[in-house]
């Protein structure tokens, strides 16, 4: 029954039932076998109790639709939101995006917003690099540079 359904491009992951039955455009990618480590990972993050980690060949005919990916995981990440043939993962690619209790967490990294006091765009040492303000030496000193 499921290694049927597999083979004709539906999703793996618990709660998801996404296939190309359904939605023609959706993109789905196989398990990384030969990345162990990381096929380790899609293992883990997937839930599936029934799959074991230390044989990722029980995957071999698994695989996972695009959903599950975070946009930073495309090569190129404005592929998330749109239709094409052909999305690539990156190389190192980790499905995150799961409806599961407590879901793995994102790989995409969270930057805290700049602030005025700290931003690069205010700091003299920006300043002085861009060359917008002479330095001492050539008698400028806070001067913009024409």
Request: a positive charge; glycine letters at 2%; charged letters at 30%.
């Amino acid at each position: 029954m499921a290694a049927s359904r597999r083979n004709i491009h539906t999703c793996s992951a618990i709660n998801c039932s996404n296939s190309r039955e359904k939605h023609k455009d959706l993109c789905f990618f196989k398990f990384p076998i030969r990345d162990k480590e990381r096929c380790k990972k899609w293992i883990i993050n997937c839930r599936r109790q029934e799959l074991d980690i230390n044989d990722v060949s029980c995957v071999r005919n698994f695989q996972l639709c695009e959903d599950h990916f975070e946009r930073s995981q495309y090569m190129c990440p404005d592929d998330k939101d749109l239709i094409k043939p052909r999305k690539q993962l990156i190389k190192q690619a980790i499905p995150t995006v799961f409806q599961v209790p407590n879901p793995p967490p994102s790989v995409t990294p969270s930057r805290p917003l700049p602030t005025r006091h700290n931003s690069p765009q205010n700091s003299e040492e920006h300043k002085h690099k861009k060359g917008k303000v002479a330095d001492s030496e050539n008698g400028n000193e806070g001067r913009p540079i024409p």
